[in-house]
């Protein structure tokens, strides 16, 4: 079973930066798309980013201009950096990936078959 593995979290001061990274178990993630999501208590999971098959980025409103989603270096790994952290980014981070989901439900959580145990995300002074 391939597993997926969140890293990068941490606590982090407002206007910082982070960098998320997620690495699959399996030999890359040729032919998934890889996304992240948040959850924060009390609140659903929400989309942030994602990356197609064809390496085309996607962003949550919430992050676009400050987010960066790429493949990684190795190919079993994608990272997601944020500048200009705000105390609403904190949240439990999740990856999450899929080989069959197609475009248009790339920002709805139950599409994706693959998912990380989350890494936490605090902004705080």
């Known amino acids: 079973q391939v597993q997926l593995v969140e890293s990068g979290g941490g606590l982090v001061q407002p206007g910082g930066s982070l960098r998320l990274t997620c690495t699959t178990s399996?030999?890359?993630?040729?032919?998934?798309?890889v996304a992240w999501f948040r959850q924060a208590p009390g609140l659903e999971r929400q989309f942030v980013s994602a990356i197609t098959k064809s390496n085309a980025p996607l962003y949550s409103d919430s992050v676009k201009g400050r987010a960066t989603i790429s493949r990684g270096n190795p190919r079993n790994t994608v990272n997601l950096e944020i500048n200009n952290l705000k105390p609403e980014d904190a949240a439990v981070y999740y990856c999450?990936?899929?080989?069959?989901?197609?475009?248009?439900?790339?920002?709805?959580?139950?599409?994706?078959?693959?998912w990380g145990q989350g890494t936490q995300v605090t902004v705080s002074s």
């Open positions: 999450a990936a899929s080989q069959t989901i197609i475009l248009s439900s790339t920002r709805n959580p139950s599409r994706y078959n693959l």
């Open positions: 399996g030999s890359s993630f040729s032919g998934h798309v």
